[in-house]
């Protein structure tokens, strides 16, 4: 019995030394960290990666006197653009100008459209390097969410237009409400045949614990400064004049959420498509949601052939504990998206 008393100190030790190496390590590494950038640009070559995965398979049928043959080719094609390059860098001759460049961006909206965070440092970088032929393609999915978060991220799309960058935002899934706000902005809208769209409205909901409270003998004190300061509240006493109040400013963001949406495409008719509804992507071309009806596949695969196409990624350092966060925050978001398909519509 003493032996396994002795065995069980030396491990509670070897525990504790161990937790405090881990501790040290962990602060090391965070304080290395915050040296560090917030984030980095991550830039892949989409047409490159598309030909190499082209020329991959075109290999594969090939017999084997056949590849060798290929691979024959391609190094003495190498060879000969290497030397013609070096041959224009000793003559002083710039590079021929290329293809226009089209930069794709990727932005799946949580409720309250965090992601804007990398949306503005991503357009940010585009708008020092795109030059007039280059265009911007944001592959765009969202149910929507907070006023606040989606009419800034519909505003960091709007620089794009206001330098007269051409906009695509290509919608393969969902981008309905706050995520039909951003897509509207873009100069042109393609969707998925069974994308959802629209949803042009706004909802809030509210639960009220003051009659269980009351029932229970809890008394709850709000005091505000201001008449509207507090129109709804969850544990006190709601009136006739609050839910009043509640519903105007409901009325008014969805104005506001209205006239956005047809000074961003004045040939909607807004009466018809703003009550709330969401329609499927053949639906919304009928309804001039959208200008055309294919996956952002094809419509890649299509500039491919006019353009060289980028992807263009901002990666946030995130912390250990935002991690885990993070992941949390996403189950909600799918949780949250599963009630709004099923009739249980986000704030906008």
Known sequence: MELLAQYGLFLAKIATVVVAIAVIAAIIVNLAQRKKQRGELRVTNLSEHYKEMKESLAVALLDGPQQKQWHKAQKKKQKQEAKAAKARAKLGNAEPEGKPRAWVLDFKGSMDAHEVNSLREEITAVLAVAKARDQVVIRLESPGGVVH??????????????????????????????????????????????????????????????????????DIELHTAGQYKRTLTMLGENTEEGRRKFREDLNETHHLFKDFVHRMRPGLDIKQVATGEHWYGVQALEKGLVDAVETSDELLLGLMESHEVIGVRYQQRKKMLDRFTGSAAESADRLLLRWWQRGQKPLM
């Open 149 to 218: 978060g989606y009419g800034l991220a519909a505003s960091q799309l709007q620089r794009l237009r206001d330098k007269q960058i051409p906009l695509t935002v290509a919608v393969d899934k969902v981008a309905a409400s706050g995520g039909y706000m951003m897509a509207c902005v873009a100069n042109k809208i393609v969707s998925a045949p069974f994308a959802i769209l629209g949803s042009i409205g706004v909802v809030a909901q509210i639960p009220n614990l003051h009659r269980f409270l009351k029932n229970k003998d809890i």
